[in-house]
């Protein structure tokens, strides 16, 4: 999935001329907390956080900051064609909201959030389909998946998404989303068959 199919299509954006007041109403109007800055040929200049701008509103009304001297300059950004594991990275990573999407002559075409990619996860692994959970410790052996697999379609269960554990254990854990059904047959299935099941959600 690229960052294409998840961004906001069409930001709303400002020019560095944009006063730190309109800024701020203009994210708050629009319940948004980032904006591209971009010049005439929509080209990103830089690029505004909603809590950046709050801290600056007052020397800006003392001194008259604009947006130019608030917001940060050649910011991060990520192509239109990116893999979105990419987008998730970088947002980790470097501990930031949101990233401005650009096409190859980094004009602005999207935002893409920590938000966006929280509903592609919830997409991806079905979290909000009626279902069931399985945490099961397949162990290191190399053919442990496919034999944790076939033991669950044989007892009647269809996957819907599978996840690993991130962190290194000595066993690897895998967790099978399943399309609602009886879970008790497929556990004691995987236990006869030397599968520890680590935790199950009906």
Not at 2 to 19: A, C, E
Not at 20 to 45: G, Y
Not at 134 to 158: C, H, T, Y
Request: some cysteine; hydrophobic content about 45%; charged content about 25%.
């Amino acid at each position: 999935m690229d960052v294409r199919s998840l961004m906001i299509k069409d930001p709303i954006t400002i020019s560095d001329r944009t006063s730190v007041q309109e800024a701020i109403h203009l994210m708050q109007t629009n319940s948004i907390r980032h904006l591209p800055v971009v010049d005439r040929s929509k080209k990103l200049s830089g690029w505004v956080t909603l809590a950046d701008m709050k801290q600056g509103l007052l020397p800006a009304m003392v001194t008259g900051l604009t947006v130019a001297d608030l917001m940060i300059k050649d910011p991060i950004t990520i192509h239109l064609d990116a893999q979105f594991e990419v987008a998730a990275r970088i947002l980790y990573e470097k501990k930031i909201g949101g990233l401005p999407v650009v096409n190859d002559n980094q004009k602005v075409v999207g935002i893409i959030t920590v938000t966006d990619l929280l509903k592609a996860f919830i997409n991806i692994m079905g979290i909000l389909t009626n279902g069931s959970r399985l945490d099961v410790s397949v162990g290191n052996a190399p053919d442990a998946f496919e034999k944790v697999s076939r033991i669950i379609r044989d007892q009647g269960g269809e996957v819907i998404s599978v996840g690993i554990a991130a962190h290194r254990t000595d066993k690897r854990i895998h967790y099978f989303r399943l399309k609602e059904c009886p879970v008790e047959p497929i556990i004691e299935a995987l236990r006869d068959g030397g599968y520890k099941v680590i935790s199950y959600t009906r």
